[in-house]
């Protein structure tokens, strides 16, 4: 087994799970469906969305994802767009969507500039 970041074969960065009841679960989806991040990995860290904010039953705040399909549409674009905002993660808020959106967080030292 190679690597993933030595192997020519990228079928790593996403698939379409066919047999799930739910699919297609976000609307607006133009590529191939990548139901890789059904979980999204950003749910706890500060994102572009869009989503909404709600409270649960236990009386925490959590974001609805339902307009969401940055990690759904296409293998590559999708994996590509989880990378690059995992690469500084920013613990969320809890706040509301912004905006324009929070932008995509830079290395430390960086904060600031454009
Ligand atoms: S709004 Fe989109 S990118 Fe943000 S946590 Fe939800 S699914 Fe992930």
């Not at 940055?70 to 809890?94: A, C, M, T």
Request: aromatic fraction near 14%; glycine fraction near 8%.
């Amino acid at each position: 087994m190679q690597p993933k970041d030595t192997t020519t074969n990228e079928g790593f960065k996403g698939f379409t799970n066919t047999d799930c009841p739910f699919l297609p679960c976000h609307k607006g989806v133009q590529r191939e469906f990548n139901c890789l991040f059904c979980y999204c990995p950003l749910i706890a860290y500060e994102c572009p969305g869009p989503y909404e904010v709600y409270t649960d039953r236990n009386g925490l705040t959590r974001k609805d994802c339902s307009a969401c399909i940055l990690p759904h549409d296409g293998y590559f674009k999708s994996w590509n767009f989880i990378q690059r905002w995992l690469e500084y993660p920013v613990v969320w808020s809890g706040k509301p969507q912004t905006d324009p959106p929070v932008r995509r967080p830079k290395p430390p030292g960086q904060e600031g500039e454009d």
